[in-house]
């Protein structure tokens, strides 16, 4: 076990999943808190499974409808209070993938961890911003050419809008990971000082990216069938235990192919070698 | 289609015997021009005095001037018609040449009030007395709009557009105008009807309809119909024709060929239906029945011996429920609206609310109630969305208001689809499955081929029950009483006293409340953990009753009676109470929603 958290990607996989979860678990305590007091002792409770029924869904929102709007406000706060956070502690698992041990700036405590956060934090803040207007910006291309494309089949949109998510996603992480290694949190330097080196590699960057992207899709819906299946079954303790299991080995898939995105586009950028998987420590 | 498609008349060779029963006989002879999408023809019609008074004008419907311009009723209740009406896509019908026992009428001696026709009489017309009245008419057809048109495959939906007589209801004459939300109410009448159609088209209709003759491009069809309450037809070139039998009734349908493959679901679930109402109520009266396709997408319409319904174009499950569920439903109406004929302008509730209950059996019965959503065994059916939909108008309007009464389409759908079925429900539920069946097949033959009302619903179902069915009016029918019951709290204590006289060990206490204003009988369920049952009734009527229990075991939970599960008490979540909460339950509930935000968390990374 430690020997698997001394490989860089999969212990920055592993922080990355343990900062979802907490986002997760921080954003919907509010309303768990209060719906156990509502479906606790009611039979409600066994009619959640494998989701809540409409009925319970009817029930909920024809006598609770304030505290729905109340718990929707409540989330959003939530999410921006936990976007900084998330910015705090991602700089420094950013810096965790890409320094190796040679490097200076090797993460190799705790207390180097968050330091080394709070170095960049405002940059990422920064770049947390800008990914409104750049996920905004694919969003609406990858509508218009994935209608164009949709003419021939719906597969075809879902691909073109898709290609451009992830294209949107690399170039925000090329401008995180241009402010990890260079300790710069000026926006304007990473958007300009990044601007070559993606032209330089662009091909090599976009098919690395998509590559991972089509792996980590296809464990994800491996995962999910396995989850539709345990989902499909009557509920049980151990069919739970085995769902929740399912349920972040899903999540860990999906920060395990972040990591090795920014660990790859770093390679590219940086390193101008592609070594993907961080170091031979798995042997 | 080109062409000019001649519709010609065929004289009764004897006159039907009309009656104040059935106090009408029409003879149609129309021109139906397909390349302008109008019919011409003339129509004769002989009529009896069904009232005990005299009259001194007969009435006509003319639905389709509804869609002429956009002054009328109709226009001005719906914006999405009177956007279609303003950008050209209008319907009217003209009238002329008319004429009373072979005699013309000046136009002075009628007049037309927008979707209305009035000829004065020179003579009152004393009960029981007949008049022919003869007319020339030419209607044009829009592209769908209301319920009739032609679709975009150039079929054609016939459907309350022929000028007919304006019924009469307990003497009183029903003369509405055509309003958004309201639908039809005419008297039973025979028709007679002849049309000639092009060689290539098929057809299906209200009654009895055949191929009379054919010329190179046109073909004359004919149909009659005995003691229905309108006269109504599909035709088009884009249809296949399918024939099948069901317990001496004849079954036609006309189905796009893009919905072939939905034929044998069709068939059967028509077959169901047929079946559930002939036990339910009485048989199918008619010896022909159609199912037509006419491009309505996941909607129907009911006709006279004749129901259309949508498709969504899929034969996944869910798709073909909704069809089947729309099938269901309209067949219901051939009972709750064709031949138990309520006045559908001014109670809609009562078609449209037993049509729904009957539909929601039809479909618990063969099994199409239910929609597996993305895990196989997460079943949920539109019982709960009609629950939904219906609860979240919070009862502002009683479903008793005349169709136009209602603000909009969705106060109208909620009240008399939604509200109305659940009340029905709880109607069952409250006076018994068993007794609510008999009562309603009572009703149903009493007042088979007639025009019942509210009133003589409720007088009859009093008579076939005990409960107190004025107050449940009051409330729900009149009324906008809500529902809401709820088991507050369960305590129980040990019996001291049970060692001595063996008695019961221990004595349960359940605090129930009603929340609202509104009334039902409850039955308070009590679990034990041995695993048997106490029941106790309650009337429902105080707002606050603690029930007491004597028990042999430790109480497990307190629950209102799940068997009776009123879909109008707006939180059955409260309905129940354990003893020990379901902890893991909700943390494997917990975590499901944790890992809804954390997956998306990791994709935004």
Redesign the interface.
Known sequence: MMKFLKNRVLLASVLFGLLDFIQGFVIVSPILIYLRIIYENSESSLHLWPLPSLDIFSDFMINHDDLFIFYIITAAVLYILFFFVKSLFAGGIYRLIIFERQNPSFIGSAKDFLRSSSEIWIGFIKVGLFAVLVYGLVIFLGTVFGGFFGRFSDFLRTVIIALFLILGSTYLQILRIHMASTSDTSLRAALTETRGKISGGFLRILMGNISVSVVAFAAVFILWLILKALKSADWSVIIMILTIVVQQLLVFTVCLGQSLRINFNYSVIKRGEENALGGDELG | MIGSILISISILAAVPDISPRVPAAYEIKAYLNDSTHTITGTMKVSFVNPTSRNLDTVAFHLYPNAFKDTSSVYCREDGRVRAAVERGNIAKVEISNIMIGGRKIEESGYGIDGTRLYINLDQSLLPESKIDVAMEFEILIPRMLGHFGYDSDGDYLIAHCLPILCGYQKDRLIDWEYHANSEFFSNFSFYDVTIELPEDFKAVSTGVLSKVSETDSTAVWNARADTVIDFAMVCGADMLEYESEFGGVTLKYLIKEKHRDFYPAIDSVVKNSLQFCGDYLYPYPYNTFSFADAGFTNAGLELPGLIVAGFFGSDKAFSANLLKKTIAHETAHQWFYATIATNEFEEPWLDEGFASIIEFKISREYGFDKFPL?????L??DR??R??FA??EEAKYPISLKSWDYPNRQSYIAAIYGRAWMILLALENAIGDSTFAEALKIFAGDYRFRHPDQEDFVKSLSNSSSYDLAEFVEMFIDGTSRVDYAVESMEFEKNETAGDSGGSEYIVYVDVVRKYDGILPQVIVLGLEDGTELYENWDGKDRYKRITFKANSVPL?A?LD?KISYAID??????????????????????????????L???L?
């Open positions: 993305l895990f196989s065994n997460y949920n059916s709960s969305m629950r939904l609860l979240a939970y629950s799940r707006e939180n059955r979540n409260s309905n129940t109470i354990y003893r020990k909460g379901h902890v893991t339950r909700m943390i494997s509930f917990e975590w499901d929603a944790i890992f809804i935000i954390e997956f968390a990791s994709i990374l």
